[in-house]
Nanobody, 127 residues
């Protein structure tokens, strides 16, 4: 299964972006619909950090404190796609954003609980 994140770009502080994560391969539906999905990011010179996660049915979500109230994660299992709506963006949100499929059905926050990873999409927020 392959994951492809898209929707990144250059935006001014205070602006919005919507990231998408689409699955492809032999069993994309089985992979996405039964597992939690998470978004992580890596800023230049920093470690990868958790951003948001959603459980298999979309009924439970988790967010990093730094994005709580500004970012919203959602999923459409019929389209094998997960979204990350990012509002009120700040320069410190600048990073490569990755989506990943969790080992289980929950909204896991630790990277060790994820298996398939996408290649990432760059988000740049100018001040």
């Amino acid at each position: 299964v392959q994951l492809q994140a898209s929707g990144g770009g250059l935006v001014q502080a205070g602006g919005s972006l919507r990231l998408s994560c689409a699955a492809s391969g032999r069993t994309p539906g089985r992979t996405l619909s039964n597992n939690g999905i998470g978004w992580f990011r890596r800023a230049p010179g920093s470690e990868r950090e958790f951003v948001a996660a959603i459980n298999w049915r979309g009924s439970s979500t988790s967010y990093a404190d730094s994005v709580k109230g500004r970012f919203t994660i959602s999923r459409d299992n019929a389209k094998n796609t997960v979204y990350l709506e990012m509002d009120s963006l700040k320069p410190e949100d600048t990073a490569v954003y990755f989506c990943a499929v969790a080992l289980g059905p929950g909204a896991a926050t630790m990277a060790d609980n994820y298996r398939y990873w996408g290649q990432g999409t760059l988000v740049t927020v100018s001040s």
